[in-house]
T-cell receptor
Framework: GQNIDQPTEMTATEGAIVQINCTYQ??????LFWYQQHAGEAPTFLSY????GLEEKGRFSSFLSRSKGYSYLLLKELQMKDSASYLC??????????????FGAGTRLAVHP | KAGVTQTPRYLIKTRGQQVTLSCSPI?????VSWYQQTPGQGLQFLFE???????NKGNFPGRFSGRQFSNSRSEMNVSTLELGDSALYLC??????????????FGAGTRLSVL
């Protein structure tokens, strides 16, 4: 089956570091994405991992371990504007070579002063 | 460069009616995917179109259908609306063809309320 798990809610303090975990089970894996979604807005692309290891992009980093079916998104130097939902999505390769994104339910992050 | 444009932004319909939602992808993008987002289920994949052909379909009933035009614009149709169809419908475009690092960029969505 296909399943993606991430915590429902997290809270953190401005200036701190937070790690949002994501575990997945899919029939065919072809990449993992992280999106940020502010309330009432469209999801925006944050990061992409297809090989094991860490991808760093400014204050945000994403890690992938394919053997463990595990990823995390690391947010450093948290700012109030980082309060949002963070969506983990796996590209599941289906027969015929076409892909679809399977999303987790999202992690609602609240950053407080 | 304009982003993904979805129209209308808000819709109110009654049970049994049908609705058509529109999506204009980013210029140069040929792949369009549709998702339904609800508080309980999160983002769920509806279907994906590339070069006017449906390439992939999620687990939704046949009341949900779509199409893509030669200019890559896409429409989604829901017939015989049910209360449970109330949701935010998101469209995402990518360069395509599907595969590899094909990042999907989302529109702001159409919020459908079924009364």
């Amino acid at each position: 089956g296909q399943n993606i798990d991430q915590p429902t809610e997290m809270t953190a303090t401005e200036g701190a570091i937070v790690q949002i975990n994501c575990t997945y089970q899919t029939s065919g894996f072809n990449g993992l994405f992280w999106y940020q979604q502010h309330a009432g807005e469209a999801p925006t692309f944050l990061s992409y991992n297809v090989l094991d290891g860490l991808e760093e992009k400014g204050r945000f980093s994403s890690f992938l371990s394919r053997s463990k079916g595990y990823s995390y998104l690391l947010l450093k130097e948290l700012q109030m504007k980082d309060s949002a939902s963070y969506l983990c999505a796996v590209r599941d390769q289906v027969s015929g070579g076409y892909n679809k994104l399977i999303f987790g339910a999202g992690t609602r992050l609240a950053v407080h002063p | 460069k304009a982003g993904v444009t979805q129209t209308p932004r808000y819709l109110i319909k009654t049970r049994g009616q049908q609705v058509t939602l529109s999506c204009s992808p980013i210029s140069g993008h040929r792949s369009v995917s549709w998702y339904q987002q609800t508080p309980g289920q999160g983002l769920q994949f509806l279907f994906e179109y590339f070069s006017e052909t449906q390439r992939n379909k999620g687990n939704f009933p046949g009341r949900f259908s779509g199409r893509q035009f030669s200019n890559s614009r896409s429409e989604m149709n829901v017939s015989t609306l049910e209360l449970g169809d109330s949701a935010l419908y998101l469209c995402a475009s990518s360069r395509g063809p599907p595969g590899a690092k094909n990042i999907q960029y989302f529109g702001a969505g159409t919020r459908l309320s079924v009364l």
